[in-house]
């Protein structure tokens, strides 16, 4: 009997993780495939608002595996290091019964294992089981590059970047030779060599070479000389995004639009879309440092400062678990709100596309996260960038040196500069950054559209699964 593709997506238990491969997973089943998206336990009950998607699409299943903390155990950035090892550990070996498994004795076995890259795990389990496995880089391209070229900068001895000699260019990225100082290299780069999370996360990567695809969450025209040099390491790469565009353009974009704000780990306050809609045209700044971000009282306080003195109004992600020491208690002092409370409104999380699509919203003060950076660039808002960790320090590098869509302020948080790059993004240096904004607008829809890369990339993705 002919084998039919049932595929097991397995994301890293993260939001910014989660969403991309969810949308995937929505790609996949519109496509009439069946999926298997795989949480950690944890997750699974905190996504318990995914069941109207097993509704809409009937080939999609949800399960679930141990992350191997216990239940009460905090598993927000504070304690990314915490999980990251906990799974590699205890969810690998559950990963290789379950998927034993779901291989065999399943009624309808799993043909394809899609993983998240930092659970490379996946990749020799599913290898030694027969099963084909392809990884998913959730992050940027040129992030990965940079990874792939870690002798290079060792060599160069450019690692660790410490806090001496920040602007000190990095030659040993090819493509990026007059881009990059060492402040612009990922966050990862600034632990030490022998940090046991840095290792982990440079053997993830190397293991990404064993698979027998790569699929990333871009597009082409946006970084294609950085695709090419990974394209000489990998048998065959997917460039299938932005995924939650592309969902859109596959799907009614109604019901696409309430699909992806499922695919969230927290419930959005929706009241900023009515507080939104009362403002003037493109005048607001919203600022989100997305699921992970982390900051000082005295950053927070600084960020605040500068948002009110840019005399602009606001809407604010202030995640409680992201500011440091503001246990219980919010975070911004009562007084301070008092006098602003007309001009910036706060939420714990906000529904951030369908807010970035506001026609009141006119910038973003972003962490560069990999998806925010993609929302900022499909909504064509123009970013004022605050990088922190993981790919945002080499993200913002390209939106305001290459793609000249936005002002980056890594490494520096004070109000003066936060008022000055508000400004200049909101009105001083609008027009030219709509105009390069507008371009890679334009470059992000025609992907998706029918006859778009990206949509072709998933008709080739879907073939190439549908390969028993
Ligand atoms: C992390 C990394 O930081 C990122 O670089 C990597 O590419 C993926 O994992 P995160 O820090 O959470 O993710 O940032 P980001 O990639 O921007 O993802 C956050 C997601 O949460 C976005 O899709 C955003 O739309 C969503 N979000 C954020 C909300 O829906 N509401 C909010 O209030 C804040």
């Excluded at 991309?20 to 298997?36: I, Y």
């Excluded at 990567?205 to 000389?225: G, H, K, V």
């Excluded at 596959?250 to 959005?268: K, P, T």
């Excluded at 996260?369 to 590098?397: F, K, Y």
Aim: with cysteine.
């Amino acid at each position: 009997m002919e084998q039919q593709p049932h595929i097991l997506l397995l994301p890293f238990p993260a939001q910014g993780h989660i969403k991309p491969l969810l949308s995937l997973a929505e790609l996949l089943c519109h496509a009439g495939l069946h999926v298997t998206f795989l949480n950690t336990d944890h997750n699974h009950h905190c996504l318990t608002h995914l069941q109207p998607l097993s509704a809409h699409f009937p080939t999609l299943h949800f399960d679930s595996i141990s992350d191997g903390l216990p239940t009460d155990h905090p598993r927000n950035i504070q304690f990314m290091r915490d999980i990251l090892f906990s799974v590699k550990s205890v969810t690998k070996l559950r990963f290789r019964d379950l998927l034993a498994d779901l291989s065999t004795k399943s009624e309808r076995p799993v043909t394809c294992v899609i993983a998240d890259s930092i659970m490379s795990f996946a990749i020799d389990i599913a290898k030694e089981l027969g099963v084909r496995v392809m990884t998913f880089w959730a992050l940027s391209p040129c992030s990965l590059w940079s990874f792939l070229c870690f002798p290079k900068l060792i060599e160069e001895g450019q690692l660790p970047v410490g806090d001496d000699d920040m602007d000190r260019m990095v030659r040993g990225v090819p493509g990026m030779e007059d881009l990059l100082r060492r402040r612009d290299l990922p966050g990862l780069y600034r632990l030490k060599l022998d940090d046991p999370f840095f290792i982990s996360i440079i053997e993830d990567i190397m293991a990404m070479t064993r698979t027998s695809a790569l699929i990333f969450n871009t597009f082409d025209n946006l970084e294609d000389p950085t695709i090419s040099h990974i394209a000489s390491l990998f048998s065959r790469i997917y460039t299938i995004g932005p995924l939650t565009t592309l969902l859109t353009s596959r799907i009614e974009h109604d019901v696409s639009r309430s699909l992806s704000s499922f695919n969230n780990l927290c419930e959005a306050d929706r009241s900023c879309m009515t507080w939104l809609d009362s403002q003037s045209l493109r005048s607001v700044v919203y600022v989100s440092f997305g699921s992970t971000g982390l900051m000082t009282r005295g950053q927070l306080l600084e960020f605040w400062h500068g948002m009110v003195n840019s005399g602009k109004p606001f809407l604010w992600v202030v995640r409680r678990d992201g500011i440091e020491g503001a246990e219980g208690e919010h975070p911004i002092p009562e007084e301070l709100q008092e006098g602003t409370k007309e001009r910036g409104f706060l939420v714990d999380w906000a529904p951030q596309e369908e807010v970035l699509a506001h026609q009141a919203v006119g910038g973003f003060l972003t962490h560069n996260g990999w998806n925010s950076t993609l929302e900022g660039i499909v909504s064509g808002v123009p970013m004022v960038c605050w990088p922190t960790i993981a790919d945002h320090q080499i993200n913002s590098r390209l939106v305001s040196e290459v793609w000249r869509i936005g002002l980056d302020m890594k490494d520096t948080c004070d109000r003066s500069t936060i008022e000055m790059m508000i400004r200049a993004v909101m009105e001083e240096r609008r027009e030219e950054m709509m105009k390069s904004m507008d371009r890679i607008v334009k470059l992000a829809h025609d992907c998706v559209d029918q006859g778009g890369s990206s949509y072709h990339n998933l008709d080739k993705l879907i073939e190439d699964i549908k390969q028993v």
